[in-house]
């Protein structure tokens, strides 16, 4: 039995390098292309003489690279704080509510990520214009919230439901009138996995592309929008597409970071295995 255990130890360790190396080796690559000169990338084999900064030199004076980052990064984070104080109580009236409009409130937020985001740009592009919210940081940042919103509410709502409702008569009982319930037994339960739900309304604005290249100009210029203006009819600047998404990458490996520190993980599939809160 130790044997076939020592087995399945080792064949589960040498799947988990196969699928990193599988996953990380393109990713290497294009962090590489962004301090290599041309001809090394496309020799394949870069050798020590070959290492440059020439392409972030010329993304510096091509895009205002320190503008770019600050306009993507503030919107992400924003966005996540705001989807995470909109959903929470959201999620909780949800969850609690009874009738019709609360399952409706479910069902929207769930269509909001059924459907293609493409089949609903034209009409946000509209609205957007009437409203004079067209490339403007406010603009983006209640659409982002928006959608940030749908996400938690989705997440958390399941959870919810697995906390008792005697739970809150007794809280009423308690003198917890109004969200007071929702602040003192029901927040502390699922805080780890709201953590997690706004980490990924972090990287999911971070890395927005179609309505951030459709609704912005020249006012509001986020990442994903600066990396497709490298690309034009005769010419894509590899070089400086890879230095400006290397810069891109930061966001994942440190919200992937502060999950494992954190303990989101585990504290979370620990709270979801007793149904949300300690009985």
């Known amino acids: 039995m130790r044997i076939r255990e020592r087995h ?24 590489l ?39 993507t990064a503030f919107l992400a984070l924003l966005s996540s704080i705001f989807a995470a104080l909109l959903a929470v109580p959201s999620a909780y009236v949800i969850s609690r509510g009874d009738g ?14 059924l459907v293609p985001p493409v089949a609903l740009s034209l009409q ?7 409203l004079g919210l067209y490339d403007e940081f406010g603009g983006l940042l209640v659409l982002y919230s928006v959608i940030g919103t749908t996400l938690i509410i989705l997440l958390l709502t399941p959870f919810l439901d697995r906390i008792p409702k005697q739970l809150d008569e007794a809280a009423w009982v308690d003198g917890l009138q109004g969200f007071g319930a929702l602040w003192h037994i029901h ?45 034009t009819g005769s010419h894509i600047e590899w070089g400086q597409i890879a230095a400006l998404g290397t810069l891109a990458l930061i966001p994942a490996p440190l919200a992937l970071a502060f999950f494992l ?17 300690s009985r």
Not at 262 to 277: E, P
Request: aromatic letters at 10%; one cysteine or more; hydrophobic letters at 55%.
């Open 187 to 231: 927040l502390p339960a699922v805080s780890h996995l709201l953590l997690g739900a706004s980490m990924l309304c972090f990287v999911r604005s971070w890395n927005e592309l179609l309505f951030a290249g459709l609704l912005t100009n020249v006012r509001v210029r986020t990442m994903p929008v600066a990396i497709l203006s490298m690309v």
């Open 100 to 113: 019709k409009l609360f399952n409706q409130l479910y069902t929207i937020s769930l269509t909001v990520w």
């Open 124 to 130: 946000v592009y509209f609205w957007f214009i009437q």
């Open 33 to 71: 292309i962004g301090v290599i000169n041309y001809d090394a990338v496309l020799r394949g084999s870069p050798r020590l003489a070959d290492f440059t900064l020439e392409h972030y030199r010329k993304l510096s004076a091509r895009v205002p690279v320190s503008g770019i980052i600050l306009d």
């Open 8 to 31: 399945l130890k080792i064949l589960r360790a040498v799947t988990v390098a196969i699928t990193a190396v599988i996953i990380l080796l393109p990713v290497v690559w294009f962090i």
């Open 261 to 277: 520190a954190s303990g989101v993980f585990k504290q979370g599939r620990r709270r979801a295995s007793r149904g949300g809160v």
